[in-house]
């Protein structure tokens, strides 16, 4: 089993910046991929950004060039810097590790973008 955490959600004015992170725990393997996925009201979850060792990471459109997603192998963490927050990214944050068999999601951090 794995378990994953999240933190950093939380109220921004548009324009605004959040960073959120997630930490997994318990029996990871050498190999998988972690990530971000939010849905928002009414909307099915989507792909925000992913991360694994092999392959640049990769954005959702309509987040590229204002998300950054990083990784520290060592502590089996990710992080996710969102900068120009729009309304339009308010959602429940949910992070995401997925490894050979099985798929493992944090409990969901909120992100709201108003003023």
């Known amino acids: 089993q794995v378990q994953l955490v999240e933190s950093g959600g939380g109220l921004v004015q548009p324009g605004g910046s959040l960073r959120l992170s997630c930490a997994a725990s318990?029996?990871?393997?050498?190999?998988?991929?972690m990530g971000w996925y939010r849905q928002a009201p009414g909307k099915q979850r989507e792909l925000v950004a992913i991360?694994?060792?092999?392959?640049?990471?990769a954005y959702a459109n309509s987040v590229k060039g204002r998300f950054t997603i990083s990784r520290t192998y060592a502590k089996n963490t990710v992080d996710l810097q969102m900068n120009s927050l729009k309304p339009e990214d308010t959602a429940v944050y949910y992070c995401?590790?997925?490894?050979?068999?099985?798929?493992?999601w944090g409990q969901g951090t909120q992100v709201t973008v108003s003023s």
């Open positions: 995401h590790l997925g490894q050979v068999g099985s798929d493992y």
């Open positions: 318990g029996s990871i393997s050498t190999f998988n991929t």
């Open positions: 991360i694994t060792s092999s392959y640049s990471p």
